[in-house]
């Protein structure tokens, strides 16, 4: 079988996006030949043959006239047309899919409801999403399909070999933006008030809007006094986040997207303790790993829990996580229902 396929970034050094590289190889090694288009430039280096990744021009005009014409070049050697994230993605290749008579197969997993989402549920044949809270008032019930997300459990693994300090880690991923609620886990720490609980919060703002909420955070653990504990690491790439998951005794999650955050599932294959107040992990985790937004108390109480735990059922508590993800969660086999899909 052969495929096309257009996602964000092809590119194993990017924060954001990298995921999506090891996502194009395992797709790929499941098809005699997978096409991929990038709308942002990248690095494709590393893929197997049967792999073609071709690059959009920066220029918004000159991308997608250069898209269409790949479309056009590439669409009758395919068997479907997979559209990763973005609706617009669907929406711009949709119409010449169809005059291909080519099935088209798109991922979306957020809890929006635009009209470019409702454009693209028109469009697609097939929709493909990581769980119920993530494709929310389909208008075309019967199109969507819940797969649950990808996590590469050969990547994202347990190390043995964890710094022992005499601190205690606490990690929490994503943008900087108020929907990830990061105060609530300064304050959390500031309740506690033990100088042996470090946070590192890896991740930067996005859009000049955020950055004043950033400024407030910094203002915030300078007042608290934290700022021996309290770190911003900035972007990491996706890639190189195994070692901080790793070395992490405690992964927070505070995000309000009310989808299956990627993150905590990449905690999860590490070993690694979990927190959340994302509602869509409650049928995932249960109540012993969630915890109520916007209520740094609570999670003081959490977090002092996790740190009264012996390392040794800590350990116990991370593989049976890990074990999770790979039962539910992990790359290979969502490759694999991917393809079928076509």
Known sequence: MTLLMITRKVDPNDALAGFAYNWVKKIGGNLDTLYVISWQAGDAAGFPENIKVYFLPKNKFIKVLALWKLLWKTLPKVDGLFCHMNPEYTILAGPMAKIFSKKIVSWYTHRAVTWRRRLMERLADIIITASTESFREAKYPAKVRVIGHGIDTQLFTPDSAKQTDGFFRIISVGRISPTKDYETIIKAIDIIGSPKIKLTIIGDVILPSQRQYLDSLRQMVAKMDLVSQVEFAGWVANKDMPHYYQQADLFINMSGTGSVDKVVLEAMACGTMVLTSNEAFINILGEKFMTEKNNPRQLSVKISQAVALT????????????????????????AKKIVSQF
């Open 311 to 334: 390392d040794q059922q800590r350990v116990e508590v991370g593989l049976s996580l890990r074990q999770k993800v790979i039962n539910e969660y992990d790359l290979e086999k969502l």
